[in-house]
């Protein structure tokens, strides 16, 4: 007999966390009627500053189907939670998969771009990304590189080697969920490799809350910006003293005057 799930759930806290927030985000969105076009990223909606959507893209599925599968992979990937030993751990798993959610989402941003731009495939401008694939996959990737003796469960019944989980799953999910994602899948494989091989590295407490931080401004801001909510408390009046004399110049004959007036002037916003 294996472990009781809450003992496992102990075990995997942040991959515990992780497919709750994805499970009450699905659940939130069937209950309100949100389509996968309020919250998916996609290449018109980033050149409109809709930055956020990074985020809420990744956490957020339409399809049950693909949400039960991302979190059937997720869970079988909170192994590395587990790897403390081999240099893995909670933190290392906590780091990382902030870098995999911005940096895959990104990543696929810029290949819409090529896509686009280079090859002229305009049916790219308006596909739109969903779901925590991009994260799923850039994990098995990155356990492929550190473990790759280990098995990736799926569904409790199905077990693919993880050296060739992330391919394998790719053509799996893209035969069993059609609209699935293609780049937003092979953006994660790529970050993951990045991680594995050591290119991208070095993250720590102090770069993890710095990019953290850096990610919650943009997030709050382009989500201001792009009016999509109103968050008027985000608003900085005006700096106008009635009290100090405004000056201003204006043109008198072929020369300039210098005014100055007790009168108040309009004053600049400071957003």
Not at 20 to 48: D, M, P, R
Not at 108 to 114: K, L, Q
Not at 199 to 222: D, E, Q
Request: proline content about 4%; some cysteine; overall charge neutral.
């Amino acid at each position: 007999m294996g472990k009781p799930l809450f003992y496992e759930i102990l075990e995997k806290p942040a991959t515990s966390c992780a497919i709750g927030i994805c499970s009450a985000i699905w659940f939130y969105i069937q209950k309100s009627n949100i389509g996968y076009s309020h919250v998916g990223l996609s290449y018109e909606t980033a050149l409109e500053g809709h930055y956020w959507r990074i985020i809420t893209s990744a956490f957020s599925h339409i399809s049950v189907l693909h949400l039960v599968f991302n979190m059937s992979a997720l869970w079988s990937l909170g192994v590395v939670e587990q790897l403390g030993h081999l240099g893995l751990g909670m933190q290392y798993y906590l780091h990382y998969t902030l870098v995999l959610v911005v940096l895959s989402g990104m990543l696929v941003i810029g290949m819409y771009h090529i896509l686009i731009q280079k090859f002229k495939l305009e049916y790219f401008r308006r596909v739109t990304a969903v779901g925590y694939s991009c994260v799923v996959f850039g994990w098995m990737t990155i356990l492929s590189v550190k473990q790759p003796s280990s098995k990736l469960n799926l569904f409790g019944f199905l077990s693919l080697p993880i050296s060739f989980a992330p391919f394998e799953s790719l053509i799996f999910t893209s035969i069993i969920v059609p609209q699935a994602s293609f780049i937003g899948h092979l953006s994660g494989i790529i970050v993951g490799y990045a991680v594995g091989w050591g290119l991208i590295h070095g993250m720590n407490n102090y770069w993890a809350v710095t990019m953290l931080g850096w990610t919650v401004l943009v997030f709050v801001f382009s989500l201001k910006k792009s009016g999509t909510f109103d968050l008027n408390f985000l608003e900085i009046e005006p700096v106008t003293d009635p009290s100090l004399p405004s000056v201003r110049f204006f043109a008198a004959g072929t020369g300039r005057s210098l005014q100055m007036s007790t009168l108040p002037d309009a004053g600049a916003d400071l957003v």
